[in-house]
């Protein structure tokens, strides 16, 4: 008794001093431990592995991406939940506040580096949890730039993601908005930060004209012009 008592002692120290003081309590489930991907899952990734990257992503978003070093400018998450489930698409999906599966069928079929997808999922799904979105007035497309712009920003990212210049519309989602992203960032420096900001309680797409002083498809024209598209 007194060393369970100890260890469960060690381990809240850990996670609170590992975590500063806004601690995220990060809630791991394998679902499907006895399928083929669950039992892919628990050889080469792990739940240890997994709290241990949530952490990592989670400082990444508010540090780097979202630039939130004051507590109040975050969106107020107290734990992420993240189940292996069964899902026949998707590689996962963010859903409620603070909640993402991950596809055991996503797990079992993957070729190549499943550490390195896995990891680069992360940083896409935990950016949904953190991110702004308008109060859902954002446009899904800008949505889903912003996450893979934290793959993206994370070097996380696959040869088939976009070349700068790639894609037919800014707002196209996934690696073509964040390729975008990355384009807006290099003219204002912490434009996706301060556009997330912008986005708190609602989106309007003059946010674009706010912060670089053009409107979003002057900005799209030039980026476009600038890869010779
Ligand atoms: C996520 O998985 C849980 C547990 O199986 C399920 O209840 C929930 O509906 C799933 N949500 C989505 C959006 O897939
Ligand atoms: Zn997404």
Known sequence: MADHYFNLCTLLTLSLSFHGISAVDYQVTNCVADTPGGIRFNNEIGIPFTKQLMGTVNDFIWT?????????????????????????????????????????????????????????????????????????????????????????????????????????TWDQGYDFTARFLEYCDGIVPGFVAKLNAKMRFAYDVKYFEELTGKPVDQLWQEYKAKYGH
């Open 64 to 168: 780097t991406v979202f630039q939130q070093n004051n507590p109040d400018d975050r969106k107020p998450v107290d734990t992420v939940n993240l189940y292996i489930v069964e899902l026949e698409v998707d590689e996962g999906v963010t859903w409620g506040n603070n909640n993402i599966n991950i596809s055991s069928s996503f797990l079992q079929g993957y070729q190549g580096d499943l550490k390195f997808a896995y990891t680069a999922l992360l940083y896409h799904e935990m950016t949904h949890v953190f991110q702004w979105n308008g109060e859902g007035q954002t446009p899904a497309g800008l949505v889903e730039g912003v996450a893979e712009y934290t793959t993206l920003r994370a070097n996380y990212i696959s040869p088939a993601f976009a070349k700068p210049g790639d894609g037919s």
